[in-house]
């Protein structure tokens, strides 16, 4: 989402029904409290859960 990916782009890099990013994404704005992708990206960039995200993975 973060990327501007679409609803099918998103689901094509998941392997989910494009129905299925729809209902979680919206599942999503309920919990952070936004109303749309914009809000929500915004929000994933003042809590730093954006950055988490795209970090390299550590190894162990």
Known sequence: MAEGCSNQEIANRLFLSTGTVKSYSSRLFDKIGVRDRTQAVLHS???????KLSAPARKT
């Open 45 to 51: 960039l003042k809590t730093g859960l954006a950055a």
